[in-house]
Antibody, heavy 123, light 107 residues
Framework: EVQLLESGGGLVQPGGSLRLSCAAS????????MSWVRQAPGKGLEWVSA????????YNADSVKGRFTISRDNSKNTLYLQMNSLRAEDTAVYYC????????????????WGQGTLVTVSS | DIQMTQSPSSLSASVGDRVTITCQAS??????LNWYQQKPGKAPKLLIY???NLESGVPSRFSGSGSGTAFTLTISSLQPDDISTYYC?????????FGQGTKVEIK
């Protein structure tokens, strides 16, 4: 059974940093592209970042470019999101999500999701 | 960026009703379109991929259709368990973008 378990969320001041983790199990982690998708309170879904299975290619939404960095450690089956220069508008539940199809450089879909971790940016 | 526009934003229907949600893409995305269901407080769930392919385990009352710029999610007979918000998402281009969501309630 595929499982994705996010951690690392919390309350941080504007301008601060936070690193999210997503521990994956139940599938061959290094063959799937992975993404971070966020949802601000009461709002819709926003794709944030994606990374290929090897980790060699990364992609970011314009809203986080230069501030967020996605990475993965395939030896630990773990996905990360380093978030710097956080803003109030980054407040959201952050989900990690697995692509449906193997070997895509960029995810086509978000087949499996974690339970999410809440990031609150406030002074 | 490709804009995805869903309509309606919300709807109220009776159990057993046929429900249709539409999703319009701002440019041709072929069939690179997925649908998700999100229940309150839960993570989204993939329902339909490639515009019309039912994800494993999803009830057959759900179906998807369309190509190019116009897409439809249909629930053939609305059930109480279908109370959710539904999102479309394109994977033709980066950034991956979602529709704003359609909230489905029981009348």
């Amino acid at each position: 059974e595929v499982q994705l378990l996010e951690s690392g969320g919390g309350l941080v001041q504007p301008g601060g940093s936070l690193r999210l983790s997503c521990a994956a199990s139940g599938f061959t982690f290094n063959t799937y592209a992975m993404s971070w998708v966020r949802q601000a309170p009461g709002k819709g879904l926003e794709w944030v970042s994606a990374i290929s299975g090897s980790g060699g290619s990364t992609y970011n939404a314009d809203s986080v470019k230069g501030r967020f960095t996605i990475s993965r450690d395939n030896s630990k089956n773990t996905l990360y999101l380093q978030m710097n220069s956080l803003r109030a508008e980054d407040t959201a539940v952050y989900y990690c999500a697995k692509d449906k199809t193997t070997w895509n450089d960029v995810p086509w879909s978000f087949e499996c999701w974690g339970q999410g971790t809440l990031v609150t940016v406030s002074s | 960026d490709i804009q995805m526009t869903q309509s309606p934003s919300s709807l109220s229907a009776s159990v057993g009703d046929r429900v249709t949600i539409t999703c319009q893409a701002s440019q041709d995305i072929s069939n690179y379109l997925n649908w998700y269901q999100q229940k309150p407080g839960k993570a989204p769930k993939l329902l339909i991929y490639g515009a019309s392919n039912l994800e494993s385990g999803v009830p057959s009352r759900f179906s998807g259709s369309g190509s190019g710029t116009a897409f439809t999610l249909t629930i053939s007979s609305l059930q109480p368990d279908d109370i959710s918000t539904y999102y479309c998402q394109q994977h033709d281009n980066l950034p991956r973008t979602f529709g704003q969501g359609t909230k489905v309630e029981i009348k």
